[in-house]
């Protein structure tokens, strides 16, 4: 399994910007087909926010992202990172990095590997 560290979290104001980053070590992420952010608000089920595939020219976002979130990735230096951008208060959450070998990108359960999560939270 790679272990992923989430950074880059905080407090935004809301219209404000944050960019996460993903670490991976113990693998290289071009061992997985995908590579995605997922946040869980408190009481929520984790949900999918983004993801990208094994080259980065596939970019899938939910509804929620699209237009403001831009996920990318870097295969040199084994990480991943999240654009946030046009910040909501409904963003807060804690954010998750995760790895699949399923295209199946939207299913939590599909994921082999989950980072500790970083907390971003967005005020009015």
């Known amino acids: 399994q790679v272990q992923l560290v989430e950074s880059g979290g905080g407090l935004a104001q809301a219209g404000g910007s944050l960019t996460l980053s993903c670490a991976a070590s113990?693998?290289?992420?071009?061992?997985?087909?995908?590579m995605a952010w997922f946040r869980q608000a408190p009481l929520k089920e984790r949900e999918f926010v983004a993801a990208?595939?094994?080259?980065?020219?596939?970019?899938y976002y939910a509804d929620s992202a699209k237009g403001r979130f831009a996920i990318s990735r870097d295969n040199v230096a084994n990480a991943v990172y999240l654009q946030m951008n046009s910040l909501k208060p409904e963003d807060t959450a804690v954010y998750f990095c995760?790895?699949?070998?399923?295209?199946?990108?939207?299913?939590?359960?599909?994921?082999?590997?989950w980072g500790q999560g970083t907390q971003v939270t967005v005020s009015s």
């Open positions: 990208v595939s094994k080259t980065g020219s596939m970019k």
């Open positions: 995760g790895a699949a070998y399923s295209n199946d990108y939207v299913d939590s359960g599909n994921y082999d590997s």
């Open positions: 113990g693998r290289t992420i071009t061992d997985y087909i995908i």
